[in-house]
């Protein structure tokens, strides 16, 4: 990714720009970031491409430009995009039940009350379709959650950061339509496995595997060849280690290799919603892609007007998360946010109360990455680092205002 020298064409002030390095750098100086990678482009230049910072702190390696991180839940928006890709194809519907890809869905339950292990449950009053998992609102959950009976009926099935031995997406699909939904679908908003469930859609519908699916439809065509379920052999030394904050040391960064070397073997589980590696430049391209309405040069992915109705608030009523969402972890502020087909989408830069424009989507991922398209601006933004969880820093938010201030035209 080269750097253009002269911003100012751009819009950027040079001095201002500057400034969100400096700030970023404390974090990993003082402990409690172990390296980063940030990359900030306008109309297709890129203004920024910095890292600070280590990739494994305990061998003393440093970020690199060719760093491979785990992008967790920045996976989704891959998944959601491959989805749209089949439905321009009319190979699925965003109407179509889940259940006739997933027959199992056909008979899942609705929790009303009681414990995870005495629920009491009723059947469902709305059929739980494909745009529901694109917005989130099929009723499905996190076990990672712990804020309601049905999150610790997903751990207790073995379902929190990971899964149990020899799970597939096709048998997890088998566990949690057995399990009740927390709500309706399309009732309300809560982040969820939905992302992982819509892979299995993607394997039903296409007839292959998920893996085979990205590396053919979105990956090769983009040119994305660090992008995969894990790192390989050849890659792993490539591979950032993984990090969470410590509350027993002032939230500094402890390595995490046992969640962290799950990346380093192929998983059972092609996880939708959160399996995929990546490297700085391999996402950017992706973000391109978005910026550029389904296309990157020659390599269109989606229609535009595909890419530009995913970007849309698909909340029912034109709601926003803070009023129709649960407040529980999640990649995105609820204030002024709506959620689109796999992206957060701001619907009120006055209530997000930072500097932001209307339209703009995103999403993050659970080790602190983040990234963000503006399509006002022109602008693509990205962080990278190895940060559990993502809520341990205020990275996302000071982003966005230290970006925004350096623009000037």
């Keep these: 990714m080269q750097v253009v020298s002269d911003v100012q064409s751009l819009g950027f002030d040079a001095k201002r720009l500057s400034s969100i390095s400096e700030h970023f750098k404390p974090y990993v100086d003082n402990g409690y970031l172990p390296g980063w990678q940030m990359v900030l482009s306008r109309h297709g230049q890129v203004v920024l491409n910095e890292q600070y910072g280590l990739r494994d702190i305990e061998a003393g390696l440093p970020v690199e430009q060719n760093t491979l991180f785990r992008i967790y839940s920045m996976t989704k928006p891959i998944t959601s995009v491959a989805i749209m890709m089949l439905m321009e194809q009319g190979k699925l519907k965003l109407r179509d039940p889940v259940a006739k890809y997933i027959p199992e869905f056909a008979n899942t339950r609705v929790y009303r009350s009681g414990s995870a292990l005495n629920p009491a449950t009723e059947g469902l009053t709305n059929t739980m379709q494909l745009w529901h998992l694109l917005t989130h609102t099929a009723g499905l959950s996190y076990g990672f959650m712990h804020a309601h009976p049905v999150d610790a009926m997903y751990r207790a099935a073995g379902y929190e950061w990971a899964w149990p031995e020899g799970a597939t997406i096709e048998t997890a699909c ?120 389904g296309a990157l040069g020659d390599v269109r992915l989606l229609g535009t007007r595909s890419l530009r109705y995913m970007r849309e608030n698909h909340l029912p009523g034109g709601a926003e998360l ?88």
């Design 174 to 293: 088998q566990h949690w339509a057995a399990m009740p939904l927390m709500f309706q679908p399309g009732s309300e908003w809560n982040y969820s496995v939905a992302t992982d469930v819509l892979g299995r859609v993607i394997e039903v519908a296409s007839g292959q595997s998920l893996d085979a699916y990205f590396a053919e439809h979105i990956f090769g065509p983009l040119g994305m060849t660090d992008t995969a379920f894990y790192a390989d052999k050849d890659a792993a030394k490539r591979l950032a280690a993984l990090y969470v904050a410590d509350p027993e040391n002032g939230g500094k960064a402890k390595r995490l290799d046992s969640m962290g070397d799950m990346a380093l073997s192929a998983p059972s589980l092609l996880s939708g919603g959160g399996g995929l590696v990546s490297t700085a430049a391999d996402y950017h391209r992706f973000c391109m892609m978005l910026l550029g309405e």
């Design 322 to 409: 803070s009023s129709f969402g649960r407040p529980l972890f999640s990649e995105t502020d609820f204030d002024g946010m709506g959620f689109g087909l796999g992206f957060s989408v701001v619907n009120d830069n006055r209530a997000v109360k930072n500097l932001c424009s209307n339209g703009e989507f995103a999403w993050g991922g659970a080790a602190s990455t983040a990234f963000w398209i503006d399509p006002k601006e022109q602008i693509t933004a990205m962080f990278f680092t190895q940060l559990l969880p993502s809520s341990a820093l205020p990275i996302r938010p000071e982003l966005r205002q230290l970006i925004y201030q350096a623009l000037v035209d």
